[in-house]
């Protein structure tokens, strides 16, 4: 298999999609580092997928709902929800700004 060298036009291009500045340095190194990962994750082609079926998750989730009229009896009321919270305000739970 080829080996995947990503250009530095390549590696300026994705530091401007992130918001990065970077080095000259580090432009060569993670260059050389995102190549790696490059050429690792093309091993995938490999794999004879042909009797697998397309997924998104290999967990049996199943949506869980109600007939129409049923109450869910696991929910929690709205004063049971709030009742351990730091600060509420008219029913809500209130957090410090993050940003």
């Known amino acids: 298999m080829k080996?995947?060298?990503?250009?530095?036009s390549e590696i300026l291009h994705l530091e401007k999609l992130a918001r990065l500045t970077l080095t000259e340095e580090e432009?060569?190194?993670?260059?050389e580092q995102l190549s790696e990962t490059i050429d690792?994750?093309?091993n995938l082609d490999k794999l004879n997928t042909d009797d697998i079926s397309?997924?998104?998750?290999?967990?049996?989730?199943?949506?869980v709902t109600f007939?129409?009229?049923?109450?869910n009896e696991t929910a929690l009321t709205a004063k049971e929800a709030l009742q351990n919270a730091k600060k509420t305000k008219d029913g809500a739970f209130v957090?410090?700004?993050?940003l």
């Not at 432009?27 to 260059?31: A, N």
């Not at 957090?95 to 993050?98: A, T």
């Open 54 to 63: 397309p997924t998104n998750s290999v967990v049996d989730l199943k949506n």
């Open 95 to 98: 957090v410090d700004r993050v």
């Open 3 to 8: 080996k995947t060298k990503l250009s530095k």
């Open 27 to 31: 432009i060569e190194k993670y260059g």
């Open 67 to 71: 007939e129409d009229g049923a109450e």
């Open 40 to 42: 690792y994750v093309k």
